[in-house]
């Protein structure tokens, strides 16, 4: 059941002063510390989520009100949306899926982000028009990229330009992974010609005997590695994906 707007006389109900809050009102700048209303708040909505098959509008802003604060930019679309109301899908969808990549599903964020993520895919296209033969996007599809392949699956939510409205997100990641390596010299090795390089070197500093002098500098590589595909560190393996 969608609920009235809170303080309905004030002017400026999208920006509302920490002083002007009254009892049980809720403040989605982000300016005042009041986690525990604010979870209150979200557990209402995901109750009546679970009765009406998708958050409120003002469930979803609240969700995303408390996923912005837990992000390193404070001008996020997360936060722009909890704020104004407006969403802009395109960067929301972006930065729910960098979360998705940070995440496990059984916590608390995991359920907020699926149920966030679940609204803002239902959300009409930002042109307004809709192909009926085109593939829809669903959380379901980032759920399934997940349990097929993993750590790499979730680098790959963690690039800039990968968001979860993506209508076929598994295939986009199959098209453009390459691997997953434990060290960076495996990484180097495997996607350089570095065997053919030491195969000549070796055989110069074998006939000039300097072999303890001459050695490849592997950060140089990663750099070189860096500018030609995108790399996501992630538990401890490095993830590499075409740019």
Known sequence: ????????????????????????????????DQDVQLYS?????????????????????????????????????????????????????????TIYGHISFGDTAGQLVNRLAAYVLDQPDPDGTTDENAPRPSIEHVHEGIRRHGDAFKAFLRL???????????KSFEDIYIGSFDTLEALVEQLTDLGQWREAIDTVTEQWGIGDFVSFDYRKLYRVAL???????????LHVFTK
Not at 227 to 237: A, H
């Open 227 to 237: 500018e030609t595909w995108s790399i996501v560190g992630l538990d401890g393996k």
């Open 160 to 170: 800039a330009d990968v968001g979860i409205d993506f209508p076929d997100i598994v």
């Open 1 to 32: 059941m969608e609920m009235p707007p809170r303080n309905n006389n004030d002017r400026e109900p999208d920006v509302p002063e920490p002083e002007k809050l009254a009892p049980g009102e809720i403040d989605l700048t982000g300016a005042t």
């Open 41 to 97: 708040y979200i557990y209402d909505a995901l109750h009546d989520a679970e009765h009406d098959g998708r958050l409120p509008d003002w469930g979803a802003r609240a969700v995303a009100r408390a996923l912005a604060n837990d992000l390193v930019d404070s001008v996020s679309a997360l936060h722009q949306y909890a704020v104004t109301g407006r969403m802009d899908r395109s960067r929301v969808a972006a930065e729910l899926a």
